[in-house]
């Protein structure tokens, strides 16, 4: 993982703490498999609503509603590749953000 990658993953990580009250180990202990909505109690719709707007401050990004579906809040690996795409302008369809080089 690059440099750019743990940043958003630490500020993804930080964030679910500080917003659902997780306690911090129980969060470093999230794989790309934990489940997230459906699967927290912590996570209910109006834990969503914050969450997202307080990734949107801590990343510099704009979500729109559109952008956001039951599967990027389904696991811990949906959702940081979101934050990845959204943060690191991994939109482009020339650019898998799980590996260093272009898809092809």
Known sequence: MH?????????????????????????????????????????????????????????????DDEDVSADTLETYGTLLLFAWKKALDWGRQDRDPRSTTPAG
């Open 3 to 63: 440099d750019e990658q743990q940043q958003v993953d630490r500020t993804l990580r930080a964030t679910l703490v500080d917003v659902l009250g997780l306690a911090p180990e129980r969060v470093a202990a999230f794989n790309e498999a934990t489940g997230l909505f459906g699967h927290l109690p912590e996570l209910d719709s109006m834990a969503v609503a914050t969450l997202l707007t307080e990734l949107e401050d801590r990343l510099g990004i704009t979500i």
